[in-house]
């Protein structure tokens, strides 16, 4: 693994991330050990994402979209009714008609941190921990949120020039959830039921 070139790439998506808006040391009132549903819905708002909120089983499942691509949290540890040490977004892709290059998900490792890719059968998972335990300020919780949707973007865009380099195209400058590659000809679908997306 190139270390440095996987630090600088992690630096860039940090900085795309953006910085938390104020410089002010959080206060020990501030610092958050636990998160609550509501808690997390809020910071996915802040991150410009709309939060669909649905209750199951007395847990609140939250379900947002990014790029046209929809994400799910699940939740982590429970340290109490609705309260959360950690959570872990996840955006599950359905890859249809074929087989993703080799390779994909291992350069997509070499290369970003942040956040990991998982085959799981017909799935290809993008997920991101969020760890709270300890104490985080709420800064922390919405530059992880703000993150993880440059991820998602960062991971749109490594599939769709990774599959066209595979296919002996030219790689593309953008990418969003309306272009997306898998494999030529083939379809990539959100896991969540939305519909599936023809891949160019």
Same mark, same amino acid.
């Given at each position: ?5 996987t630090m600088?790439h992690d630096n860039?998506? /940090? ?5 938390? /808006? ?12 636990? =998160?609550?549903s509501?808690?997390?819905?809020d910071? +996915?708002r802040?991150?410009g #994402? ?14 947002? /979209?990014?790029?046209? +691509? ?9 340290a ?6 950690? !959570? &872990?977004?996840? #955006?599950?892709l %359905? ?9 994909l998900?291992?350069e ?5 941190? !942040?956040?990991?890719v ?15 335990a ?6 922390f919780?919405? !530059?992880?949120?703000?993150l ?5 973007? @960062?991971?749109?865009?490594?599939? %769709?020039? !990774?599959?066209?380099? /595979?296919a002996? @195209? &030219? ?11 898998? =494999?030529?000809?083939d ?6 039921? @939305?519909?599936p997306m023809?891949?160019?």
């Amino acid at each position: 693994m190139n270390e440095e070139h996987t630090m600088q790439h992690d630096n860039h998506d /940090a900085e795309r991330a953006g910085a938390p /808006a104020s410089s002010r040391p959080s206060s020990s009132a501030d610092i958050i050990t636990s =998160v609550t549903s509501a808690q997390v819905a809020d910071a +996915i708002r802040a991150a410009g #994402c709309a939060v669909s909120v649905q209750q199951d089983d007395l847990v609140t499942r939250l379900h947002s /979209a990014s790029h046209g +691509i929809g994400y799910q949290v699940h939740w982590g540890n429970q340290a109490g009714a609705d309260q959360y040490l950690d !959570f &872990t977004l996840s #955006c599950p892709l %359905r890859v249809q008609g074929g087989d993703l290059p080799e390779g994909l998900i291992n350069e997509w490792h070499r290369s970003r941190r !942040f956040a990991r890719v998982a085959a799981h059968g017909e799935f290809l998972v993008l997920e991101m921990d969020v760890i709270v335990a300890g104490g985080v300020s709420p800064e922390f919780l919405n !530059f992880s949120m703000r993150l993880w949707v440059e991820m998602m973007g @960062q991971f749109f865009l490594h599939l %769709r020039n !990774f599959t066209q380099q /595979a296919a002996g @195209q &030219t790689p593309g400058a953008e990418a969003s959830g309306e272009d997306l590659a898998a =494999v030529p000809g083939d379809t990539l679908a959100s896991g969540d039921g @939305q519909a599936p997306m023809k891949l160019n």
